[in-house]
């Protein structure tokens, strides 16, 4: 895999209804960047998984495919894969918030991702914004995270959610 952090590694691909690959996209720096395997430290490194995106050089995967696939990717399915960087393991690999909210405006019908323990769920991006929509709400209602990122990617409700529907 092509990915360049050093903590995870995703990667993502966009097919159309014929399954025909539109475009692929993996977690790295801008394009002409160095990167952090360059660089030889991640700045999140110590953050908790969600937070402090603000740090990080790299774009996930799914937003180097979508702006590779550009408005080829209307109707397309996305599929997104992740290992952990150091021990190869899989890892849950569902969208971030802010990525669901670009596949909904690329107009992707379909997300496909992994999760940990080899499964897959099939979701579409407007029904992954509701489970987020939901986790958020609950978060500001109960004031119980400042920063809801991470409650929204790594509650085990979340997931539970997930892989019940």
Do not use: W
Request: glycine share 8%.
């Amino acid at each position: 895999m092509q990915a360049t952090c050093l903590v995870r590694r995703y990667g993502s691909i966009i097919v159309d209804a014929d399954n025909h690959v539109i475009a692929t996209g993996y977690n790295g720096a801008p394009r002409g960047q160095v990167d952090c395997l360059q660089r030889g430290v991640c700045a999140r490194s110590n953050s908790p998984q969600g937070c402090d995106y603000s740090k990080c050089f790299s774009l996930h995967s799914e937003q180097n495919a979508l702006l590779q696939a550009g408005r080829m990717s209307k109707g397309s399915t996305i599929y997104i894969a992740g290992i952990d960087a150091m021990d190869g393991n899989l890892v849950n690999s569902p969208p971030c918030f802010h990525c669901t909210k670009m596949m909904i405006n690329a107009g992707i019908a379909c997300v496909v991702f992994s999760l940990f323990d080899g499964s897959i769920k099939v979701i579409k991006p407007i029904d992954m914004y509701r489970i987020y929509e939901v986790q958020l709400d609950e978060s500001i209602c109960n004031n119980s995270c400042t920063n809801t990122t991470r409650v929204l990617s790594s509650t085990s409700d979340f997931y539970r959610h997930l892989t019940l529907n």
